[in-house]
């Protein structure tokens, strides 16, 4: 078996999370966040499309986390993203973590938003 260490650039892995916060990196971050290559922020929900928008050309896809239950985005945030070139696969925001955990071990091109639990 072949072992390859995991290398995470600015991108942190999520940690952890619980009722209205995520550990990304060894930092917690109170409410929704966006993990990515450039770095970890707070996030001011689905309204909040620029600093998505902003990932266009550096990433290929956008893990959208939706709380505890899987649910639809807004049509308006999805339009956005699809015309802007930019995946999106929305899911709950634990599945959305480790999607985002395992695609970023293997050096994936991806960014992470999600609501908290």
Do not use: C
Not at 36 to 60: C, I, M, N
Not at 62 to 86: N, S
Not at 101 to 117: D, H, K, Q, Y
Request: aromatic share 6%; hydrophobic share 45%; no cysteine.
């Amino acid at each position: 078996m072949r072992l390859n260490e995991v290398v995470f650039t600015d991108s942190k892995p999520v940690d952890g999370y619980g009722p209205g916060f995520f550990r990304i990196g060894g930092e917690v971050i109170q409410g929704p966040v966006i993990a990515g290559p450039d770095g970890t922020r707070t996030w001011a929900g689905f309204e909040d499309a620029a600093p998505l928008l902003a990932l266009r050309g550096k990433v290929d896809i956008i893990f959208i986390g939706t709380g505890a239950e899987i649910a639809h985005i807004p049509a308006d945030l999805r339009h956005q993203l699809e015309d802007a070139d930019l995946g999106v696969e929305v899911m709950s925001s634990p599945a959305a973590a480790r999607t985002y955990n395992v695609l970023l071990s293997e050096g994936r091109r991806i960014a992470l938003a999600m609501i908290p639990v």
